[in-house]
């Protein structure tokens, strides 16, 4: 299973993300240090490149492809425009079996509603 894990900044994504990963035993992603990975360029930098949001997310939309592709059970911290772009990366849902989950502001009960919709699948 792909569990993507969707919130504004700060909100304990990516922390959430490495826990949930390592009860799992399964291997975690941030988004953003992939895409800069791949990208070798700062987020900020690559942005700079685009005219548009919605170019950018679509050539950063390679990146979940592959990771997704790549990884049959992982763990991906997304950044804040997966709330407000998920369309951007529906195809990679789709195709993926990818499985969103966006995090509130409290990170204790986000993680416990996290590990209860894993033991249901």
């Given at each position: 299973m792909r569990v993507s894990l969707v919130g504004v900044s700060?909100?304990?994504?990516t922390t959430i993300g490495r826990i949930l990963a390592?009860?799992?035993?399964?291997?975690?992603?941030?988004?953003d240090d992939e895409i800069?990975?791949?990208?070798?360029?700062?987020?900020?930098?690559?942005q700079a490149r685009f005219l548009t949001g919605y170019s950018y997310r679509k050539e950063c939309a390679v990146v979940?492809?592959?990771i997704a592709?790549?990884?049959?059970?992982?763990?991906?911290a997304l950044p804040p425009s997966g709330l407000r772009d998920a369309s951007y990366f529906k195809r990679s849902y789709e195709r993926a079996d990818?499985?969103?989950?966006?995090?509130?502001?409290?990170?204790e009960a986000s993680a416990a509603a996290v590990?209860?919709?894993l033991s249901h699948t």
């Open positions: 700060c909100v304990g994504t390592d009860r799992q035993g399964w291997p975690f992603f941030d988004l800069e990975r791949h990208f070798d360029t700062s987020i900020e930098r690559l979940l492809d592959r592709t790549a990884n049959s059970d992982c763990v991906i990818l499985h969103v989950t966006i995090v509130g502001l409290d990170p590990d209860a919709r």
